[in-house]
């Protein structure tokens, strides 16, 4: 028989899992496109930067998802 799971062993709940500003946002979808990019999923992370520049045209981290996916914003 096992033994009922204690809080550390536990899973987070999801709102813990979810980001809680824009920037945690930001952050998490170039975590993504970096992970995609890693498992040589180029045109996922490619799909994902373009999403991000959707969002955020003027994000902060414009260049290093251009850099990293060969996207770049569009202009407007």
């Known amino acids: 028989m096992s033994a009922a799971p204690n809080g550390a062993s536990a899973p987070r709940s999801l709102a813990e899992l979810l980001p809680h500003s824009e920037r945690e946002a930001q952050r998490l979808w170039v975590l993504e496109g970096r992970a995609l990019v890693a498992q040589e999923r180029l045109g996922a992370a490619q ?9 955020w045209p003027n994000g ?17």
């Open 47 to 55: 799909d994902r930067a373009r999403d991000y520049f959707e969002r």
């Open 60 to 76: 902060p981290d414009t260049a290093a998802l251009t850099a990293l996916t060969g996207v770049k914003p569009r202009s407007r």
